[in-house]
């Protein structure tokens, strides 16, 4: 029955993922509620273990149906990988403390100004091209690769919302660009559990095949419903991050 519930929370957690990331809030609570006495980290590495591939299959749909701009997003993607790693090895030699405090604000100000500027990420008209598309990409990725890899939570929701914001991609374009770079910190972050042994792979492997399931669902219904789904679905995710990161900030 264990594996049922983490089974279970794995597909929905891939759903969420693929139209808008935000899995983590669904499959990191399941796992530490199923095995309480689990060390934290062994949990963090499982839920990657699982979670890498839902964000590969989703890249791979988003990739077959929308014009992604490569030539941006696969440096942009190798500098997400690189700017977990430092995150990860930052966090050994500084507490994060002060940013999850912060966290919830950030947050907060993300959702306000999605829903004030009605407009925001419903047309598809990138701001770049060529070399200045490359070079913001990418930094967008370092940034958010090194935060991933520092802290974590609503990694996913800030790729979507710097896409659409600096770039001028719609919520369906950014989303589907945040499903690369969120492969690239996700293989980054699984690498260093492995390395460390924090790593449970039979459940690693039944949850993988759940989370793709779920993702090939979430992944189809964005590509169905198109850009108003995935904006809607931004502002819930983003809305529940801000409640968990406060919870976990001041009430805990």
Request: aromatic share 12%.
């Amino acid at each position: 029955m264990d594996l049922v519930t983490v089974a279970l929370a794995s597909l929905l957690a891939g759903f969420i993922d693929a139209v808008v990331g935000g899995g983590g809030l669904i499959l990191v609570p399941a796992l530490f509620s199923v095995y309480p006495q689990a060390t934290p980290a062994t949990l963090f590495g499982t839920n990657k273990g699982a979670a890498i591939w839902g964000t590969a299959w989703a890249t791979r749909q988003y990739a077959a149906r929308v014009t992604l701009p490569w030539h941006a997003l696969l440096p942009a993607a190798v500098a997400a990988l690189l700017g977990s790693f430092g995150g990860a090895w930052t966090v050994t030699l500084v507490s994060p403390e002060g940013l999850r405090k912060l966290l919830p604000l950030i947050l907060g100000a993300v959702l306000l100004y999605t829903l004030a500027k009605k407009d925001l990420g419903r047309e598809h008209a990138p701001r770049f091209s060529g070399r200045s598309e490359m070079l913001l990409a990418s930094l967008i990725g370092g940034v958010i690769g090194f935060y991933d890899g520092f802290f974590g939570p609503g990694t996913g929701s800030f790729f979507v919302f710097l896409f659409v914001r600096l770039l001028g991609f719609d919520f369906l374009h950014a989303s589907a660009s945040a499903k690369l770079l969120n492969t690239a910190t996700n293989a980054a972050a699984l690498l260093l559990f492995t390395m460390k042994g924090h790593l449970w792979w039979h459940i690693a492997a039944v949850m993988a095949v759940t989370n793709v399931i779920g993702s090939l669902l979430g992944t189809r219904m964005a590509l169905a419903r198109g850009t108003g789904f995935v904006r809607g679905m931004f502002v819930l995710v983003v809305g529940a991050l801000i409640l968990k990161t406060s919870y976990d900030a001041f009430l805990r």
